[in-house]
C-alpha cells in the first residue's frame, strides 16, 4: 500500500490528475465513493488546488489510479456563480496563494467601480491580490497620467501594481518573480492579454488552446474548466477565464467597508461602530477621503455598492 498527500492540478472527467507540489509528477485518482465533501452546494465537491490525501496499491497509474481518501481543510477557496440569483456555484480554485487580476487602461479600458468589485471579492475569499496593469507599451508616451493615477489610486488602497507588456516584455520577470512557487490565479477581462502574458511567462504553455475557447461552456457544468499549469520556472497557474462570475458575492450593507483595506484601517477611528462612512458623525473614513489619503473614486465605489445593494434588498 502506498500513500500521501497531494495537490488536485486537473479534473479529467472520469478521474482526477494529482501532484504532490512543488513536484510535477502527475498520476490519476478517483474519489471513494463515501468521502465526506465540502464546498456546500457547489457543483463540483473537490476542485483544483486541494489538498487531498490518497492511497493505492503499488505507484497508480490509468488503470489502477490512487483512492482520495480525504480532502484537506481550504485556505480559501474562489467561487463562480452562474448568476446572481442562481444558488448553484462552481468552486474555481483553492488554496489559491495569490490572485493576479490583468487590466488594462484601454481596449478594453478597465472601469474603476467594476475593478473595486474583483477586488473585493478577492479579499471576501481571503485571496492575496496583485493587479497586473498590461499593454503599458500602448500609453507609455501620451497617457502616463492615466498610469499615475491608476497607481496612486490602486497603491494607495495597499495593492501591489505590476505594469507589463506582453507586446515588448517590460514587467514580465517582475511578473514572473512574482508567481514563482505559488498557486496563481490568473483573471481578466476577455481581451486584457491574459494570454499573451501567459505564453510570455513560458512560451510553452498556449492558454488559447485550451481553457479560454472554453469560455462559452461556462454556463454548462463541465468538468475540466481549471486546470493547473506549471510554468517552467516552477510557477504554478490557473487560468481562469472572464472577470463576470467573480463579482458576485453576497455581503451585507454594514459588512461591505470591511473588504476596503483602506477603509477598515481608517474605520478604527470612526466615532460609531458600526459606521457606514456615510451620514455618520466623526466618521474616520469620510475624513479621510477629505483630506485625500483615501481616494474618492474607491469611495465612490463603495457608495455605489451600498446603494446597489439596498436596491438589491428591497
Ligand atoms: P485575453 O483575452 O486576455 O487572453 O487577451 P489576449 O492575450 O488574447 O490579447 C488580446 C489582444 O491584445 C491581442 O490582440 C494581443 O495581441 C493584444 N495584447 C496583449 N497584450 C498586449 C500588450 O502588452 N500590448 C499590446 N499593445 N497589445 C497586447
Ligand atoms: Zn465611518
Redesign the pocket.
Known amino acids: 500500500m502506498t500513500k500521501g498527500v497531494a495537490t488536485i492540478v486537473k479534473n479529467a472527467g472520469s478521474h482526477y490528475l494529482l501532484s504532490a507540489l512543488p513536484e510535477w509528477k502527475l498520476f490519476p485518482a478517483v474519489l471513494r465513493g463515501k468521502i465526506r465533501l465540502k464546498g456546500g452546494n457547489a457543483t463540483n465537491p473537490v476542485a483544483v488546488g486541494d489538498r487531498v490525501s490518497w492511497e493505492a496499491d503499488g505507484e497508480p497509474d490509468e488503470l489502477h489510479p490512487a483512492i482520495i481518501t480525504e480532502v484537506h481543510d481550504r485556505s480559501n477557496y474562489v467561487i463562480r456563480k452562474s448568476t446572481n440569483l442562481s444558488r448553484q456555484s462552481h468552486i474555481i480554485a483553492a488554496n489559491v496563494d495569490r490572485a493576479f487580476i ?1 487590466v ?1 487602461l484601454y ?1 478594453p479600458e478597465i472601469k474603476l467601480p467594476f475593478l473595486d468589485r474583483i477586488l473585493v471579492t478577492c479579499e471576501v475569499y481571503n485571496v492575496p491580490v496583485t493587479i497586473v496593469l ?5 500609453y507609455q508616451e501620451e497617457a502616463t497620467d492615466e498610469i499615475e493615477s491608476f497607481k496612486r489610486i490602486y497603491g494607495g488602497a495597499g495593492y501591489r501594481i505590476i505594469e ?5 516584455g ?1 514587467g514580465v520577470e517582475e511578473l514572473r518573480e512574482a508567481c514563482r512557487g505559488k498557486v496563481c490565479l490568473l483573471s ?12 510570455a511567462l513560458d512560451p510553452s504553455l498556449d ?2 488552446v485550451g481553457q ?1 475557447s472554453l469560455a462559452h461552456l461556462q454556463g454548462k457544468h463541465t468538468t475540466s474548466l481549471y486546470e493547473m499549469y506549471k510554468t517552467r520556472d516552477g510557477a504554478f497557474l490557473i487560468d481562469s477565464p472572464g472577470l463576470r462570475g467573480f463579482g458576485l458575492v453576497d455581503l451585507k450593507k454594514e459588512e461591505i467597508a470591511l473588504y476596503f483595506p483602506e477603509m477598515l484601517a481608517a474605520s478604527r477611528e470612526c466615532r460609531f461602530t458600526p459606521c457606514t462612512h456615510t451620514h455618520e458623525p466623526g466618521c474616520a473614513v469620510k475624513k479621510a477621503v477629505e483630506e485625500g489619503s483615501i481616494s474618492p473614486e474607491r469611495y465612490y465605489s463603495y457608495l455605489g455598492m451600498l446603494e446597489e445593494d439596498s436596491k438589491f434588498r428591497q
Open positions: 490583468i488594462t481596449f498590461n499593454k503599458v507599451d500602448l507589463t507588456s506582453a507586446r515588448t517590460q481578466g477581462e476577455s481581451g486584457a492579454g491574459k494570454s499573451s502574458l501567459i505564453k492558454p488559447k479560454i
